[in-house]
């Protein structure tokens, strides 16, 4: 009876106990289990102009690197509590570097102005900072890359809707309707109209003068999951049913479909009548722009996240692992599929877009580095640690 | 090990809600709460051996209390013929344990699939891709639509969720708990009964509103099977209104 008593009262008390430490543990999975709750962490790409490469780090800061000398020039953060990241690649313009934030913000920095690190924003050097409107916190991120023309900016927002800026000022010139819950993809723009690709499995035509929606729309069953590419009148699309689609401007069905593995995430490139496209499936895939059948692919093995660029007769591709390689376009197109040029690896994550020029290709990594691959020698040139 | 978690719990979830928020109407607040039924479906079991061992330990409150007034000045022999008696009754003290224990992966595993599926970070929307299934039915559905009624269900922080948790919550435990003999013991019930509404309130405005959801239907499906399997609100008292006869 002594054991019963006992027993029951430490059945009480391991009652008690379990229950506690059941629910802290509940908090203390549900706060770190891997894949609960990853920071946003960025993924700009790379812009060089006049012999200084250009990019967003993952603090939230554009930086500005001598490629001659491979010292930083200058840097500026973005502070806005908390620290923001920033995904879109920066674009240059003359002396102006136009680059959004994922806290919402839209900046026109002056190169010179940055180089003698004056108070920011110098307006007699051009500069200035937009703030997207947004209801909520988060509500006004901006993720697209920027759309520059020699009118104005256009920004995709997380509110749903799309702006063009005043290129000189930074002021509104329209604001779209809303055209879904949030817009992570960037608008293409041709012959006096955007358009823009939306998770809900539209195309939306507007006119870039007022911002008023056009008579025409594209819609599919699933979201597009990538930013629209134009080529011949035809858009390019990557989609969340795992197609690649591409539409006639002005149809109502795809012109074609081209089935991947898995999502075709990053838009893809059009180049003398052959799509090359990326796709989650670890795969490069080139295709013809007009029919949509398959000339080669290439089995990467891991996810293809960033857009492939062109460097002369080079296509060249990263994957997420951050191997690159690439492909002569001029080569027997079955020794193309099978045989890109020497991959180099540089083992960091790649998500960003690339940029690649005489022979060089400029990479920001997910380590918050910056590495310059010399294509032809087949080997990394040099690194930039971003961190302070 | 990640990937075994994924393989077996993770990604069977999420590729479940996803399906049925674009079966039930593109509304992933009603997928929530359709999974929540399903997995009460599953626990049913334990949930039902649950509540018959509150119903035994109602219906065995007349000889405890008969218990009470043969022994009441002897502690330890009241508590020996107590013990004895849920013994012989078949009454589990630990049995709500079960039901808990076998939800808590789902909640980490809707926790995960929240995040995910409403595409709360470009990050977190391009790790989907490596998660989803290849039907039809969820990739038409992607990403989700995080509004319900009046919440943003990839949003932590509502106060109003936080109430209806921690209320529901009592009012189940409250239903469940019988009181205890021994004035400490009793002490230790009150605590608790008190202690985890509060805490699990706190948690919902820490956690994505998706998540407490489906705590909150889960305490609702939970009074509502114990109301018809105990046949009444248990241990739960409501205060008498009027004159007394």
């Given at each position: 009876m002594t054991r019963y008593l006992k027993l029951f009262s430490k059945m009480k008390q391991v009652k008690i106990l379990a229950l506690i430490v059941i629910a802290l543990f509940a908090l203390l999975l549900v706060s770190?289990?891997?894949?609960g709750a990853p920071p946003a962490r960025g993924w700009s790409g790379t812009a060089v102009q006049d012999g200084i490469l250009y990019t967003g780090s993952v603090d939230g800061r554009v930086v500005a690197i001598d490629i001659e000398t491979r010292g930083e020039e200058w840097s500026y953060a973005i502070t806005v509590p908390p620290p923001t990241t920033i995904y879109s690649t920066p674009i240059v313009d003359g002396d102006l570097v136009y680059i959004a934030s994922y806290s919402g913000k839209v900046l026109a920095l002056n190169t010179l102005a940055r180089g003698q690190n004056l108070p920011f924003p110098q307006s007699r050097y051009g500069e200035w900072e937009w703030d997207c409107p947004g209801a909520k916190v988060g509500n006004n991120a901006i993720v697209a890359d920027l759309l520059v023309t020699e009118d104005a900016i256009y920004v995709s927002s997380s509110n749903g809707r799309v702006y063009s800026l005043d290129k000189e000022f930074g002021d509104v010139n329209w604001e779209s309707d809303i055209l879904h819950e949030k817009l992570w993809t960037s608008p293409v723009i041709q012959g006096g109209t955007l358009y823009v690709s939306t998770f809900d499995g539209h195309i939306y035509a507007l006119?870039?003068?007022?911002?008023a929606l056009l008579p025409w729309f594209f819609k599919s069953k699933a979201g597009f999951a990538s930013s629209p590419v134009l080529y011949n009148d035809t858009i390019f699309v990557g989609s969340f049913d795992r197609n690649l689609y591409a539409i006639k401007i002005g149809?109502?069905?795809?012109l074609w479909k081209f089935p991947g593995?898995?999502?075709?995430w990053a838009a893809p490139l059009v180049n003398e009548g052959v799509v090359y496209a990326g796709c989650l499936d670890g795969k490069i895939y080139a295709i013809e722009a007009e029919a949509g059948g398959k000339l080669w692919e290439f089995d990467a093995g891991n996810p293809v996240v960033s857009s492939p660029v062109l460097m002369d007769n080079l296509l060249i591709v990263a994957d997420e692992s951050g191997t690159v390689y690439a492909f002569d376009l001029n080569a027997d197109p079955e020794d193309r599929a099978v045989v890109p040029l020497r991959p180099i690896s540089i083992n960091a994550a790649v998500k960003g877009s690339l940029w690649a020029q005489e022979g060089l290709v400029f990479i920001r990594g997910q380590d918050n580095k910056i590495y310059v691959l010399d294509i032809e020698r087949g080997r990394l040139s040099w690194e930039f640690p971003l961190d302070y | 090990m990640l990937e075994a978690w994924y393989l077996i719990i993770g990604n069977p979830v999420l590729n479940g809600l996803v399906a049925l928020s674009h079966i039930l109407f593109d509304e992933f607040g009603l997928a929530i709460i359709a999974l929540t039924v399903i997995v009460r479906l599953i626990s049913w079991p334990l949930t039902s051996r649950q509540s018959e061992s509150t119903k035994a330990m109602q219906s065995m409150q007349p000889k405890i209390q008969e218990l009470q007034k043969k022994y009441g000045k002897n502690k330890q022999k009241l508590q020996q013929e107590t013990m004895k008696l849920y013994k012989e009754a078949g009454?589990?003290?630990?049995?709500?344990?079960w039901p808990m224990l076998i939800q808590f992966p789902i909640w980490i595993a809707l926790y995960q699939a929240i995040m995910n599926a409403l595409a709360a970070t470009p990050e977190h929307l391009l790790d989907l891709a490596h998660r989803l299934y290849g039907w039809e039915v969820v990739s038409q559905a992607i990403p989700l639509n995080s509004q319900f009624l009046w919440l943003?269900?990839?949003?932590?922080?509502?106060l109003i969720l936080a109430i209806i948790v921690g209320g529901t919550m009592w009012v189940q435990q409250k239903m469940t708990t019988a009181p205890s003999v021994d004035p400490r013991q009793q002490a230790t019930s009150s605590m608790m009964l008190l202690m985890m509404p509060l805490m699990f309130g706190f948690f919902v405005l820490m956690v994505p509103s998706g998540l407490a959801l489906y705590w909150a239907v889960s305490n609702i499906i939970g009074i509502i099977t114990q109301y018809f399997i105990t046949g009444g609100w248990g241990y739960l008292k409501f205060p008498v209104l009027g004159p007394r006869s």
């Open positions: 770190c289990v891997p894949g006119s870039a003068e007022t911002g149809d109502d069905e795809p593995g898995k999502w075709f | 009454v589990n003290p630990l049995g709500c344990l943003d269900l990839g949003s932590q922080g509502d």
